[in-house]
T-cell receptor, first 112, second 117 residues
Framework: AQSVAQPEDQVNVAEGNPLTVKCTYS??????LFWYVQYPNRGLQFLLK??????LVKGSYGFEAEFNKSQTSFHLKKPSALVSDSALYFC??????????FGGGTRLMVKP | DTGVSQDPRHKITKRGQNVTFRCDPI?????LYWYRQTLGQGPEFLTY????????KSRLLSDRFSAERPKGSFSTLEIQRTEQGDSAMYLC???????????????FGEGSRLTVL
């Protein structure tokens, strides 16, 4: 069985500071990993994905994520947070199978 | 707008009533997924279709739930004899799928929120 864990329910960061949202995975075989963002009363929006290749993946809105096979992690990062980045972030993964498994989500609060 | 659309966006019903949600995927996407999301939680997989064939169903999908995609385009999710525990956001997503190339990126609609009183 595959699973994705987000150990932090909430992350607080000041505007302009770097942010990290953590994700660890348990996926057999080669993992396909994703980050999605959800704003209030909206659907999920794709941010970025790791399929293969470079361990550092760049995505939308200045976000990036680092795939670390030895630590089975795929943390989301941004060098300088914006208040508008405040939202719910979901990590998800699969092993070239048929469905994405999502983590429980992390609420990011960026304060001015 | 060529994204995934869902209807209705909000539905309030009384316990025991039947409800139906519709999803129109991105037109060239042959895969369509239904997920359920409760407040503050991550989406949970319910079922998915490839064209008109329903290929997988989660154990979360009790016999009160039925999903169809009759012509391989839009899909409906029906919940019969609703219970308060069915209150959730029902998310539809679609993706293109070609043999040997399945990166798994899903494109989500904005969801249909169900409240069962």
């Amino acid at each position: 069985a595959q699973s994705v864990a987000q150990p932090e329910d909430q992350v607080n960061v000041a505007e302009g500071n770097p942010l990290t949202v953590k994700c660890t995975y348990s996926v057999s075989g080669n993992p396909y990993l994703f980050w999605y963002v959800q704003y209030p009363n909206r659907g999920l929006q794709f941010l970025l994905k790791y399929i293969t290749g470079d361990n550092l993946v760049k995505g939308s809105y200045g976000f990036e994520a680092e795939f670390n096979k030895s630590q089975t992690s795929f943390h989301l990062k941004k060098p300088s947070a914006l208040v508008s980045d405040s939202a719910l972030y979901f990590c998800a993964g699969h092993n070239a199978g048929n469905m994405l498994t999502f983590g429980g989500g992390t609420r990011l609060m960026v304060k001015p | 707008d060529t994204g995934v659309s869902q209807d209705p966006r909000h539905k309030i019903t009384k316990r025991g009533q039947n409800v139906t949600f519709r999803c129109d995927p991105i037109s060239e996407h042959n895969r369509l997924y239904w997920y359920r999301q409760t407040l503050g939680q991550g989406p949970e997989f319910l079922t998915y279709f490839q064209n008109e064939a329903q290929l997988e169903k989660s154990r979360l999908l009790s016999d009160r739930f039925s999903a169809e995609r009759p012509k391989g385009s839009f899909s409906t999710l029906e919940i019969q004899r609703t219970e308060q525990g069915d209150s959730a956001m029902y998310l539809c997503a679609s993706s293109p799928h070609r043999s040997g190339l399945n990166t798994g990126e899903l494109f989500f609609g904005e969801g249909s929120r169900l409240t069962v009183l």
